[in-house]
DNA sequence: TCTGGGGTCCTAGGACCC
DNA sequence: TCTGGGGTCCTAGGACCC
């Protein structure tokens, strides 16, 4: 028997507030002139990379995010193209989370561009919640000029659900006890953790609309699709059903693993500079990982062919670490074990997860004074780094092709966007 | 179309232990 | 020879999200 969810006391009131198109608007705030033009944000038109963010007028053309640039440019020739600018969103990002923090404590920061407030017994403060999300999307302009949607439901699927059919800039209240006839009209994929195959997968036994999964009997769609199935029988009624959606809102988890990938422009068979860009993103993890206090005891490699078949390749220290060293050794084995000589190589990635955090003294009396000399170096560099820039060092710097073609692949570096609608 | 980068969660199989 | 049951850890791959 499944364990249920401790449930409130009393409903709660959940704010998903999703910023519209945020980064073409960001960039239209640095340069006017985008402004109602048909704009792709993640690189150039001829570059290899996806859509980040399009503007309204850009969608027009078919063109949306997590599409190839290549095909946004074919879609519609006269967009303009524009790099990504990660700290200008984190900037916008930090103003936005300021901004719903004079609303309530419980403010959680979904991605860059969207959050949850849990907005549960403010009414004395704010009022009831449309007055209160009115507020919120008035001071939002004023403070950040820019626009967003707001969702409000009594779960955090139901606030996400109907941020997205607010879209654009509306605000969108899902009275409690109304979350089932909300949501019977909607295609199933509208339901978060709905993607692709599992959509294909529900119209193959003739479900479309979210209504037609709530008719289904709990133990079918558990027996058909497992867990996962159970979860969707609940969500299809409004429930958060188990998973992240459960959780508190506000509720700060630790990360589970940090990692960094690269795409070349050009697909590459060159071992030294595969080895070298290897390093490099073995740096960036173990600087992350000292960043965050954390020590890593599995290392994974990921290495992308040509004709783009995916292999990763995980190895367990017998203790944690957070060196770069010692992750690119890890790393540089699994790599020289799995890749198979001359094959040209598109994608290289490090992944680093089972963390532990600091063991202040038991660690330090094991580690040898060889490890300790590390440390200070790595601790140098990473302040070089906080000064001079992110290229500023390199322990690769003896091998060839550590940084040069970093500069001009993947300038931003961008978190991307879904497939799916929105915005 | 020719497919980024950073994450989370789930499944499934095998090794190993009791 | 034909063979248990449960638990944990590790690895690989894949769906999904922004």
Known sequence: MAVAAPMPAFPRTIFHVDMDAFFVSVEELFDPSLKDKPVVVGGQRHERGVVSAASYAARKFGVDSAMPLRTAAKLCPQAIFVDGHPDRYRECSEKVHRVLTTFSPQV?????????????????????????????????????????????????????????????????????????????????????????????????????????????????????????????????????????????????????????????????????????????LSEMVGRRLREAKFYARTVQLKLRYKDFTTVTRAHTLPAPTQLDNEIFEHIRTLFRKNWKQDAQVRLLGVHASSFSSYQPDQLDLLEGPRQQRWKDALAAADRLRDKFGESSVSLASGMRGGFRERTHENPAGLPGKSKRKED
């Open 108 to 280: 959680e920061m979904a991605s860059i561009d969207e959050a949850y407030v849990d907005m549960t017994g403010t009414a004395r403060l704010h009022g009831p919640p449309l007055k209160a999300a009115h507020t919120l999307h008035q001071r939002m302009k004023a403070e950040t000029s820019l626009n967003c949607s707001v969702g409000i439901g009594s779960s955090r699927l139901i606030a996400k659900v109907s941020s997205a059919q607010a879209k654009p800039n509306g605000v969108l209240w899902i009275v409690p006890g109304q979350e089932a006839k909300f949501l019977a009209p909607l295609d199933v994929r509208e339901i978060p953790g709905v993607g692709k195959v599992m959509e294909t997968n529900l119209h193959a036994l003739g479900i479309k609309k979210v209504g037609d999964l709530a008719r289904m009997e709990d133990s079918e769609l558990e027996d058909r699709f497992g867990k996962w199935g159970l979860a969707l029988a609940g969500k299809s009624r409004g429930e958060d059903a188990g998973g992240w959606f459960d959780t508190e809102v506000a509720a700060d988890i630790d990360a589970k693993s940090i990692s960094h990938e690269h795409t070349y422009n050009e697909d590459t068979a060159d071992t030294a500079q595969l080895e070298a860009t290897l390093m490099r």
